[in-house]
C-alpha cells in the first residue's frame, strides 16, 4: 500500500528557514506529481506547492519567492524548502499524490501523509 512519511516541522522564529521532507513508499514515484498542503486551526487545508513528475512546479501567491519544492526520485523524497517564515505560514503540513486536476484542490489529491506541525513565533 502507498505511504507517505512527513518529517521536519517545528517551531521557528518568523523570518526563520525549515526544510520539510516526505518520503513515499508503495508506489513509482518518479511517476506522480507530489503537493504539499498546510492546514491551519480552524481552516481549510489549502495548496502550497506542486512538483510534477517532470520537476515543473507550482505554488501559492503568498510562499512564493520563499518556498521552493522539489524532488529526489532516486530517495523516493518530496522537499519543501521554507525561507523568510511568516506566522502566517503556520499550520500542519501535509504531503500528497496528485492524480487530479487543478492543483489547488485537496480532493485532486490522496495517499495523504500524517502531516508535520510548523509553528511560526513572533
Known amino acids: 500500500q502507498v505511504e507517505l512519511v512527513a518529517s521536519g516541522g517545528g517551531l521557528v522564529q518568523a523570518g526563520g528557514s525549515l526544510r520539510l521532507s516526505c518520503v513515499g513508499s508503495g508506489l513509482t514515484f518518479s511517476s506522480y506529481d507530489m503537493g504539499w498542503f498546510r492546514q491551519a486551526p480552524g481552516k481549510e487545508r489549502e495548496f502550497v506547492a506542486r512538483?510534477?513528475?517532470?520537476?515543473?512546479?507550482n505554488y501559492r501567491d503568498s510562499v512564493k519567492g520563499r518556498f521552493t519544492i522539489s524532488r529526489d526520485n532516486a530517495k523516493n523524497t518530496v522537499a519543501l524548502q521554507m525561507n523568510s517564515l511568516k506566522l502566517e505560514d503556520t499550520g500542519v503540513y501535509y504531503c500528497?499524490?496528485?492524480?487530479?486536476?487543478?492543483?489547488?484542490?485537496?480532493?485532486?489529491?490522496?495517499?495523504w501523509g500524517q502531516g508535520t506541525q510548523v509553528t511560526v513565533s513572533s
Open positions: 500528497a499524490v496528485k492524480f487530479g486536476l487543478p492543483d489547488f484542490v485537496a480532493a485532486a489529491y490522496n495517499h
Open positions: 512538483i510534477s513528475s517532470g520537476g515543473s512546479t
